[in-house]
């Protein structure tokens, strides 16, 4: 399909999707998020990348 004239339009139309998604993305603000359940929240204490990611919240 990707040396077909249909395949090189579904790859041009896909480029065009995440073109119009990347220029969205540059629009977007830093936005402010508060959890109001972030006391609720576990992680797992046996695993090391759990771990290191539970600091950095």
Not at 14 to 30: D, G, I, T, Y
Request: hydrophobic content about 35%.
């Amino acid at each position: 399909m990707k040396r077909t004239l249909q395949g090189l339009e579904i790859k041009l139309q896909k480029e065009k999707v995440l073109q119009l998604h990347r220029n969205a993305q540059r629009l977007l603000k830093p936005l402010a998020v508060i959890n109001p359940y972030a006391d609720q929240l576990t992680f797992l204490s046996d695993k090391t990348r759990t771990r290191r990611d539970h600091e950095s919240i």
